[in-house]
């Protein structure tokens, strides 16, 4: 049995119907230690049948389900004997499908909302019979099917949950998967360990003793090229990789003067010469060589895609004097399986490269991703469990191009070492006030601004330092963090008087949409 297959002895499966949270579905899942995966509608259902879940789980999606066109599934799927719950539009679709009716809600539910529970419920086993969750729902379901029971309701919404225990069906209108929805894991918990009776072995240890043997097993006596960003992805891939087969890996790592403070030297620190892991490490200097590039360009995505085929460049010329390898290595996660299209029915939002167009530059038989099954809070697990230090495993999310779009406009040596002190600064102050791990992000950019400033008795003509703080479930969506002012106050001190060419300093308070996390 491979590692795949171990996995899969005891799954959940989660269909999508294109709702905005399918991942954090399956993400909420294996937090109850039980393995998940994610489907289109459109999955046959004899796949379904072949993969023999433990149970299934519909999304919620932006559709109505009695809609000529709206995504659906065959009434076979609730006669497998397989436990099913349906989320918001799932929980409609099911009740649609089985001979319930689904309407247009007289009263638009959208927000918290206090929902009064059945504890008799295996749902709602250890749930408080009021508890606050998350509604978002146009249409509402005005009769449930024939042997379902309502289980739950709001001031506005008669059947906010409801189900055919005889047949393991159950309907949620809410959505548990939030944390809005102060005991959504609680019930999703009851769900996966009650009712569907998964035993809990997903867990991060085994995990990485599988994949150690998967791996060891696929590469033989082969050897493994792997693009190491410093990131966290794939820096847990090249720790992953080390573990399996150790000198039969050659990490390249290419420096292009575009990363944080000091960052180029921590990651040689863990993975170099004299670091803890057992294989080849190539360090590439190409700063000069990406700021001579970069000379001049301004326009965002044009910078974006000079970086990135400059990267292509300089990993193809360290590739040929390795020569031939039989693996290319990346450190690609479930979501960008998921964004790509491979996964759920979701949008497509990038293309499924990690390194985008080196499989056409490198000599190499066959791709690894050794963490594509994991999200990116599993990936951080692995890489404490393979003994990567916190520091880099709890590393703030950084775009692949760098600072080279946390600088607006032309990219130079000069903003590049105003930017990155100022990020140090900012970073170091909001650890020491204990908000690193309670922050989503955070980090200082480069305005095109400059203005006249009084530093001491003489006048000055500087850049504005903008810092960023932002907290999100998915990325798609961000707020801004609320930072407490005194913070903020000594953080645009510190700036101001330690970095030179520096004397103002912004909050951005924009949101996602409309701003984007990023600045370009």
């Known amino acids: 049995m491979d590692r795949k297959e171990k996995l899969s002895a005891e799954k959940v499966i989660v269909i999508d119907f294109g709702g905005q949270y399918n991942q954090l579905v399956a993400r909420r899942v294996r937090e109850c230690n039980v393995y998940c995966e994610i489907y289109s509608y459109k999955t046959d259902i004899e796949q379904i049948k072949t993969m023999n879940p433990k149970g299934i789980i519909l999304t919620g999606g932006p559709n109505s389900c009695y809609e000529e066109k709206a995504p659906t599934y065959q009434k076979e799927l609730f006669a497998l004997g397989i436990p099913v719950l349906g989320l918001c539009y799932g929980a409609q679709l099911m009740m649609h499908v089985l001979g319930g009716k689904v309407e247009k809600a007289p009263v638009r539910e959208y927000g918290k909302t206090q929902v009064h529970v059945d504890l008799s419920s295996p749902l709602f086993a250890d749930v408080a019979e009021t508890t606050t969750c998350w509604m978002s729902h146009f249409d509402y379901i005005s009769q449930v099917a024939a042997g379902f029971r309502i289980t739950a309701h709001t001031a506005d919404c008669p059947v ?71 990131g966290v992805d794939s820096s847990v891939a090249a720790g992953l990789l080390s573990r399996a087969i150790g000198k039969q890996l050659t990490c390249v790592f290419v420096d292009h003067g575009l990363l944080r403070k000091d960052e180029g030297n921590e990651v040689e620190a863990v993975f170099g010469p004299n670091g803890d892991f057992d294989l080849n490490f190539i360090r590439v200097n190409a700063q000069e060589r990406y700021y001579a590039k970069l000379a001049g360009v301004t326009e965002p995505e044009t910078k974006r895609k000079i970086i990135g085929e400059e990267f292509i460049r300089v990993f193809e010329e360290e590739a040929k004097k390795i020569g031939a390898v039989d693996f290319l290595a990346q450190g690609t996660i479930y979501p960008d399986v998921v964004e790509s299209g491979l996964g759920g029915e979701s949008a497509v939002i990038k293309s499924h490269h990690n390194v985008g167009g080196l499989p056409d530059y490198v000599d190499f038989k066959e791709i690894i991703e050794p963490l594509r099954d994991l999200f990116k809070d ?32 032309e990219v130079t040596a000069k903003k590049v ?59 798609m969506t961000a707020e801004s963090a609320e930072v407490p002012w005194e913070v903020l106050q000594v953080v645009m001190s510190r700036i101001i008087n330690e970095v030179r060419g520096v004397n103002r300093v912004f909050y951005d308070l924009t949101s996602k949409p409309p701003g984007t996390i990023e600045f370009e």
């Open 417 to 475: 070492r105003i930017v990155q002190e100022a990020d140090a600064i900012y970073r170091e102050e909001i650890a020491k006030a204990g908000l690193d791990r309670t922050i989503g992000q955070y980090f200082a950019a480069l305005t095109n601004m400059r203005s006249v400033g009084v530093m001491g008795d003489e006048r000055t003509y500087d850049y504005a330092v903008a810092l960023r703080a932002v907290n999100t479930v998915d990325f």
């Open 160 to 230: 906010a949950a409801a189900e055919c225990a005889e047949k393991r069906l159950y309907a949620i209108q809410f959505h548990p998967e939030v944390l809005h929805t102060v005991e959504g894991t609680k019930m999703l918990y009851n769900f996966v360990r009650g009712v569907c009776g998964c035993t809990g072995a997903w867990r991060m240890d085994s995990f990485v003793e599988e994949s150690v043997k998967q791996i060891r097993e696929k590469v033989g006596s082969g050897k493994v090229l792997l693009a190491l960003s410093g």
């Open 378 to 409: 599993e990936v951080r697990k692995a890489g404490l469990e393979l003994g990567i230090p916190e520091k880099l495993v709890y590393r703030q999310p950084f775009p692949g191009p760098g600072l080279g779009i946390r600088i607006i406009g």
